[in-house]
């Protein structure tokens, strides 16, 4: 037998908590470990999950393996491509490594262990006496209802109590334990001990006292999640149409409602939902299966989950797989024959595809994903925003039906694991998702494709920090992929790397169908209070224009990227604002609820009658979000049908596709929305798209704030005349001078790159240099300032006077206070990209010598921010 740390016996595990890197375990004998499995170890003491990776040749001198406790998964979820992937964001990165694979694998775990608590026969007997001798209740009630919820029965002579999960009564057999009706998915009969503890909370004592004297007895038992069941109706029911047959009419009314929501929604991938739709029980199910009414399996992926069979329109996206395709203009002919034979050469290559606003870029993303799949290929698409993946979904559905899979964090932690598995087995062959969608475990990836690849909203503000499109390419760099970057506003990175080679570029100059460009005006709102006086936001040019939409019943979007009523609430005796308790930011005031809230922890106060501060009731609500400006569209024209689309909307489920379905239907006039409403979409109606306060952004401390506010201004024009009528803008701004507004307005993204990169070149920031944003952040100001002096003691022996990197620090960061926390900031900028992770790297060495707290510092690499 092999001694036990033989290079054989010990492999990497990546842990999955913040440590930095992978640690050792020893393999026994009894297991087989491959990489890619996850695995359950010993850190401390504690268990945890981990992800395994490659074998050790030796431990260090001195040091002795724990053994891995068992392996969770019968397979490895991750492909040595993956593994890899999971290994350059760590390390690029500089994040925990086994939080970049918790990151990457978004399924439940597979199992744990709990307390189970179970009656003895010593307890039987108690409960037989007890039953016996209790039938007026006078005394041992409590005990009795204890020993008969354990023992999955209710004994008659308790008068018909109800025990037990599934609230049955007795029925006399009190001889015969009957155990719970989903024993076959739970374990045994009993119940988990924090669950009985929680039903007889009212009983102090109680099961310890039974515990003690013998009638019930403590395990740790391995519990498996719920089995989800697949269910559908039979081919002999699923296709009657019209009223229900007769011979459903006899069955029962909760069979009645199971067979109904099956007929108006159509097989179910998690037989749990059903049973809450239909407020049905799995014995109900059982019966029906029985009776040849329904079909029932474990886990089909063959069935969808419920949320990728109708588009937002409410249309089956299954219905018209084939769509005919339709004509390429001489633009995109000329592009796809360019991506086409890259595509065929199966080898690594990126394309930035810029193409203006409506020159049809998905119709050519769909092509490439249709002669990738032909190829015996998988294929990826990356949406910045999960309000853009419905519309998105739709089209790809129609196309490529039950192929699709989607991914996103607004899923269902059930939907979502299917999702995932069903790209994994090979049953999808094409996801589509937001950010996190980078890590679907597709085999064979021969295509990836990031859409509106210019958002920050692929970059991930938390741990592990990493940039979606960045990760992309590199996963289809070690897959020899394909990656097509699609944007009518590249970010500067991209585009510079296309100006140096490193990227292929093409471009759609065109709309679909010849259709001309928005015409865009800019209205200067300081002339607009010259000549009224008022501060109403809508000025007197937008409000005719819209007039005139409305009798043309022509629609309408008005752009203001700011939420809530009023930005924040002024003392106008003494100046105080409201701010945030949290955060160094004033609070919010959003009507509908009546609170002041922050946008950046969420934390919401009462709107005070008077100043808390000099108890002035002189209180004036400043500036104008979304709320306000709906508000007033709906006083200005009491007969349109105004809505509104921003975040405290989209988070509600289901609510902003149904806004969206509505407005691309006609049964809304005005959509007044944040960004949400300027990205991707395709509003054939819309006609006039007003933007309010469209110099916003510039006032920010953002080196990228210029280019914020051109993509913003641009992608919003490129709403209007998508359809058969041309489209005009309306673009109010206190700043029309500014070249960002300036270039927007002619749509003339060349300008705007050539006028941008002067500044960035001059002030040394990306894309000329590469940048990374230190924080130094703690509870306590002290504190803060205690682990910026030791980074920036680090920084001057370790920078010195280098010609070559430049660190500008330490300073208040822009939001000095952010959810608790104060922060201080430094900003490093390199000539050298690998010059400045190795910086990094001795920087994180350093703060663990000196044990400064992980969470007290945060290294972002790449920011797309710097507030």
């Not at 960002?740 to 960035?760: C, H, P, V």
């Amino acid at each position: 037998m092999p001694p036990k740390n033989s290079p054989k016996n010990l492999i990497n595990v990546a842990v999955m908590t913040a440590i930095r890197a992978p640690l050792s375990y020893s393999v026994p004998e009894s297991i087989e470990v491959r990489p890619g499995q996850r695995v359950l170890v010993e850190l401390a003491t504690r268990k945890v999950l981990g992800v395994a990776l490659e074998p050790v040749a030796r431990m260090a001198p001195g040091v002795k393996a724990r053994d891995i406790l068992r392996v969770v998964d019968p397979e490895p979820i991750l492909s040595p491509e993956l593994l890899t992937l999971g290994l350059w964001i760590a390390e690029y990165y500089l994040a925990p490594v086994g939080e970049v694979f918790r990151a990457m694998l978004p399924l439940r775990t597979e199992s744990h262990r709990i307390r189970w608590l179970q009656i003895t026969q010593k307890g039987r007997t108690k409960l037989e006496e007890l039953a016996a001798s209790l039938l007026d209740e006078s005394r041992g009630g409590v005990e009795a209802a204890l020993l008969s919820y354990l023992a999955g029965t209710v004994a008659s002579t308790l008068r018909g109590a109800q025990h037990g999960r599934n609230g049955s009564k007795g029925n006399g057999d009190s001889g015969t334990p009957k155990p719970f009706p989903d024993q076959r998915y739970q374990g045994p009969a009993g119940a988990p001990s924090e669950a009985v503890r929680r039903k007889f909370s009212a009983s102090p004592g109680l099961i310890d006292r039974a515990i003690a004297k013998g009638w019930i007895s403590v395990s740790e038992i391995e519990r498996q999640p719920r089995k989800t069941l697949a269910v559908r109706l039979a081919d002999t029911a699923s296709g009657v149409q019209g009223p229900i047959p007769e011979r459903f009419l006899r069955l029962s009314p909760v069979a009645q409602r199971i067979v109904e929501t099956l007929r108006q929604q159509g097989a179910v991938s998690d037989h749990r939902q059903l049973l809450k739709s239909a407020r049905a029980s799995l014995a109900h199910l059982e019966k029906l299966n029985e009776a040849g009414l329904l079909e029932i399996a474990p886990g089909s992926s063959s069935h969808e989950p419920p949320h990728s069979r109708a588009s937002p329109e409410g249309v089956e996206a299954d219905s018209a797989p084939d769509l005919a395709l339709r004509e390429l203009t001489t633009g995109q002919a000329a592009v796809m024959a360019e991506l086409s034979s890259r595509l065929s050469r199966d080898c690594f290559s990126v394309v930035l595809l810029h193409g203006i606003t409506a020159s049809g870029k998905t119709e050519i993303y769909l092509r490439l994903v249709a002669q990738c799949l032909e190829r015996g290929h998988t294929a990826l698409l990356l949406v910045p925003e999960i309000a853009l993946t419905p519309g998105v979904q739709a089209q790809f559905k129609a196309r490529f039906g039950h192929r699709v899979a989607v991914l996103h964090s607004a899923l269902g932690k059930s939907e979502r694991d299917e999702e995932w598995r069903r790209a994994r087995c090979g049953d999808a062959r094409v996801v589509l998702g937001t950010r996190s969608a980078v890590f679907a475990p597709l085999p064979d990836l021969g295509l990836v494709v990031v859409d509106e690849e210019h958002e920050a909203s692929y970059k991930q503000e938390e741990m592990p920090r990493y940039h979606g499109r960045d990760v992309a390419i590199v996963r289809a760099r070690l897959s020899k992929a394909l990656v097509v970057l699609g944007s009518a506003t590249p970010s500067l990175e991209s585009y510079s790397n296309a100006q140096q080679g490193k990227y292929g570029l093409a471009t759609l100059e065109e709309r679909v169908g010849g259709r001309p460009l928005a015409a865009v005006e800019i209205v200067d709102m300081r002339e607009e209070f010259r000549q009224t006086f008022t501060q109403i936001p809508i000025s007197r040019r937008l409000k005719a224009e819209i007039e005139a939409q409305l009798a043309a019943k022509a629609q309408t979007m008005i752009l203001l990227n700011r939420r809530g009523y009023s930005w924040f609430l002024l003392c106008r005796a003494c100046g105080e604002t409201q701010r945030c308790v949290n955060c160094s930011i004033s609070l919010t005031y959003h009507r509908r609820e009546h609170r002041l809230i922050c946008h950046y922890c969420g934390y919401s106060a009462a709107v005070p009658s008077r100043c808390p501060q000099c108890a002035s009731e002189y209180l004036h609500y400043v500036g104008e979000g979304t709320e306000k400006i709906e508000d007033k569209l709906a006083e200005f024209f009491p007969g349109a049908r105004v809505a509104r689309l921003d975040r405290d909307i989209a988070r509600r489920a289901g609510e902003y596709q149904q806004l969206f379905s509505d407005f691309r239907r006609g049964k809304i006039d005005i959509l007044v929305g944040t960004q949400l409403i300027a990205k991707g979409h395709d509003f054939p109606g819309v006609t006039l798209v007003g933007v309010v306060s469209a110099d916003h952004g510039l006032a920010l401390p953002d080196f990228r704030a210029a280019e914020r506010t051109f993509q913003l201004l641009t992608q919003a024009a490129g709403r209007a005349g998508r359809g058969e009528a041309p489209g005009r803008v309306l673009v109010q701004t206190f700043y029309p001078e500014h070249y960002a507004i300036r270039l927007a307005a002619d749509q003339n993204y060349g300008g705007f790159f050539s006028k941008e990169m002067r500044f960035r070149r001059m002030m040394h920031y990306p894309p000329v240099t590469a940048l990374a944003n230190i924080i130094a952040q703690d509870t306590t100001l002290e504190q803060a300032a205690r682990v910026a002096n030791e980074i920036g003691r680090f920084f001057a022996a370790a920078v010195g006077e280098s010609a070559t990197m430049k660190i500008l620090g330490p300073t208040p960061a822009p939001l000095a206070k952010l959810q608790g926390r104060f922060r201080i900031q430094f900003l490093l900028k390199a000539k050298s990209r690998a010059q400045l992770n190795a910086l990094l790297r001795r920087l994180v060495d350093h703060c663990e010598r000196e044990r400064i707290p992980r969470r007290s510092v945060m290294i972002d690499v790449d920011p797309v921010s710097i507030m």
